[in-house]
């Protein structure tokens, strides 16, 4: 069946530095993504989304990149912060009322 | 404050004693849903609600029940629980058009 996964599932960054946390997913009709952040003890909390029309959104220190060519997904985190320190997890639409999520990768944050 | 709350927070329980966990929101969201959360696994769908008296079967509907008589709860019902329901389970909820979840802070099941 369709599924999202991660490339890796865990990643340790220095403060200061950038992260990018990647996903691929398989189902080539999605047409919208979330990334999700959940810290420890509490549940996902929406970070970002895109639409398959757009190959790239910026937030505040986050922007998504979408390759549909590829199939690739990823959540880059400009100057790393130890507050990033989390899960992260990346989630597709699937139809009109679900979201399916991948199996997450943990950030860590070194002083 | 917009939230989703989720009761209770820890549970431990015995195989086949009926619980009931509680899920409310109060940001008028059409759409209810509840997960589970095992490592490895990410979040998997149980069932979801699109509205009051509509709900439907997620990705592992065994051994739950739910049900949506308000608009604002969505318990979530294991009639008869059994170890391998042991995990971490969450509430989440939006407008009927938007993908973008709120979640509760999660409920820990052990099934001992």
């Known amino acids: 069946g369709e599924s999202v996964g991660l490339h890796l599932p865990t990643l340790s960054v220095q403060e200061g530095d950038n992260s990018i946390i990647n996903c691929a997913y398989s189902?080539?009709?999605?047409?919208?993504f979330i990334w999700y952040k959940q810290e420890s003890g509490k549940g996902p909390q929406f970070i970002i989304d895109?639409?398959?029309?757009?190959d790239k959104r910026q937030g505040q220190r986050v922007t998504v990149l979408l390759n549909k060519t590829v199939k690739h997904l990823s959540l880059q985190i400009a100057a790393t912060q130890p507050g990033d320190s989390a899960v992260y997890f990346c989630?597709?639409?699937?139809?009109?009322?679900?979201?399916?999520f991948g199996a997450g990768t943990r950030l860590t944050v070194k002083p | 404050e917009a939230q989703v709350t989720q009761n209770p927070r820890y549970l431990i329980t015995v195989t086949g004693k009926k619980l009931t966990v509680t899920c409310s929101q109060n940001?008028?969201?059409?759409?209810m849903s509840w997960y589970r959360q095992d490592p490895g696994l990410g979040l998997r769908q149980i069932y979801y609600?699109?509205?009051?008296?509509?709900?439907d079967k997620g990705d592992v509907p065994e051994g739950y029940k739910v049900s949506r008589k308000e608009k604002r709860n969505f318990p979530l019902i294991l009639e008869s629980p059994s170890p391998n329901q042991t995990s971490l389970y969450f509430c989440?909820?939006?407008?009927?058009?938007?993908?973008?979840?709120?979640f509760g802070s999660g409920t820990r099941l052990t099934v001992v």
């Open positions: 989440a909820s939006s407008t009927w058009d938007d993908y973008g979840y709120t």
């Open positions: 189902n080539s009709a999605s047409d919208y």
């Open positions: 895109i639409r398959s029309n757009m």
């Open positions: 989630a597709e639409k699937v139809n009109n009322n679900d979201m399916r």
């Open positions: 940001m008028n969201h059409e759409y």
């Open positions: 609600s699109m509205n009051v008296e509509v709900t």
